[in-house]
């Protein structure tokens, strides 16, 4: 397979990207240092010109980014597809969609594990995440087992869980709404397992309004 080394900046997409690996012939992205440790290089982020076509990225292993993925301003329906990819060893986000400008990410039978602060954040009433074919998201033994949130998400992002399994976080699934627009959450057929806490969700401070959650 192929394998490209990053040390500081990461990938910018502002058209289209396929980097699609095999399950024999797998696409590695990490650092370049002698040294590896999460927070090495940039991920790859997705920008808001990026709507003619869909970028894909499959059977890829992306290694001690600060944030593996980053999708910013792409929506339908020409958003990224990643599947069978598994994401590793991350200094904060594993995957992040919104955060100002607004997002849509797929996300099929990918791993993200070991990451500091959060599996997945979504952020805005335009952002939405599916996770579905088996997807996992966890920490491993060690350091950080239980550390971290699996799926943070805020501000009326969209999620849809199908077939997942979140374990081993702080939180498995936590919801937050600081614009009285709460979240929306659909989770099915789906394992919270070994979490401190399962699912957690903040009500907006002035109204009392929680997510949605469909299970």
């Not at 399950?23 to 590695?28: C, P, T, V, Y």
């Not at 791993?111 to 996992?136: A, C, H, P, W």
């Not at 979240?183 to 009392?208: A, C, K, L, M």
Request: charged share 20%; glycine share 16%.
């Amino acid at each position: 397979g192929v394998e490209l080394r990053f040390e500081g900046d990461g990938l910018r997409i502002y058209g289209r990207l396929v980097a699609n690996g095999t399950a024999e012939d797998r696409i590695l992205l990490t650092s370049d240092k002698a040294t590896k440790q999460g927070g090495d290089w940039h991920g790859i982020t997705f920008y808001s010109s990026s709507t003619t076509y869909e970028s894909q990225v499959s059977y890829c292993d992306i290694r001690y980014a600060s944030t593996a993925l980053a999708v910013q301003g792409v929506q339908g329906p020409y958003y990224p597809v990643v599947s069978h990819t598994t994401i590793d060893n991350v200094g904060g986000t594993g995957v992040i969609v919104g955060d100002g400008v607004d997002g849509s990410l797929k996300l099929e039978g990918v791993t993200i594990r070991n990451f500091k602060n959060n599996g997945i954040y979504i952020s805005g009433d335009k952002s939405n995440v599916e996770l579905v074919g088996g997807s996992v998201i966890t920490q491993q033994l060690g350091s950080r087992m239980r550390t971290g949130t699996g799926i943070f998400i805020k501000d009326g992002g969209k999620l849809q869980v199908t077939g997942g399994t979140i374990s081993n976080c702080n939180y498995g699934l936590d919801g937050y709404d600081d614009r009285n627009v709460p979240p929306q959450i659909e989770v099915s057929g789906s394992v919270v397992t070994g979490n401190n806490v399962g699912f957690h969700f903040d009500p907006y401070w002035h109204t009392g309004s929680y997510p949605r959650v469909g299970i």
